[in-house]
Nanobody, 123 residues
């Protein structure tokens, strides 16, 4: 049974930082391609960042590029999202996911999802 568990969400002020974690269990972590998505109330789930299994070729949405950093520690079976210079519009539930194939920005390409962690940015 594959499980993804996000943590690290919470309340932050605009301009502040948070670091999200995604712990994976139940399958080999080393070879998987993973991503972060987010979903704000009333909106669709949207792509945030992607990373390959070698901890290379990070890819970001334009809205977070230069502010967020995706990384992973294969020894700990954990992926991270460092979020700096937070903005009000970053408020959302953040999900981590494992990609099967297809477009790395499309939710349909991902077969396993965590339960999400809430990030709220206040002014």
């Amino acid at each position: 049974q594959v499980q993804l568990v996000e943590s690290g969400g919470g309340l932050a002020q605009a301009g502040g930082s948070l670091r999200l974690s995604c712990a994976v269990s139940g399958r080999t972590f080393r070879n998987v391609f993973m991503a972060w998505f987010r979903q704000a109330p009333g909106n669709e789930r949207t792509f945030v960042a992607h990373i390959n299994w070698r901890n290379e070729n990070q890819y970001y949405s334009d809205s977070v590029k230069g502010r967020f950093t995706i990384s992973r520690d294969n020894a700990k079976n954990t992926m991270y999202l460092q979020m700096n210079s937070l903005k009000l519009e970053d408020t959302a539930i953040y999900y981590c996911a494992i990609r099967d194939s297809g477009s790395l920005t499309a939710p349909q390409s991902y077969s396993y999802w965590g339960q999400g962690t809430q990030v709220t940015v206040s002014s």
